[in-house]
């Protein structure tokens, strides 16, 4: 990589950096709980759950990180 536009040095990157992601930052589960009550019978119960994940990654300059949005 050149360090400027016009100029003709090159450098490179010789620190490593590690970003701590928590996994709560990253994973979600989303339950809900339907009643359903129809008259002259027992109450149903149903629950669904959803999981939940985004992608994170570093951003362009290199001094963080980027979330994008959740997906199923």
């Known amino acids: ?3 400027s536009p016009t100029s003709d040095e090159w450098y490179t990157r010789n620190t490593l950096v590690t970003y701590y992601v928590p996994t ?3 994973n979600k589960t989303v339950t809900r709980t339907i009643k359903i009550s129809e008259p002259g019978q027992d109450s149903k119960t149903i629950t669904q759950t959803a999981k939940l994940t ?3 990654r570093v951003n362009q300059d290199d001094t ?3 979330y994008d949005g959740f997906a199923r």
Request: charged share 10%; glycine share 8%; no cysteine.
């Open 24 to 26: 709560s930052m990253v």
């Open 1 to 3: 990589m050149f360090t």
């Open 64 to 66: 963080g990180v980027v």
């Open 54 to 56: 985004r992608q994170v």
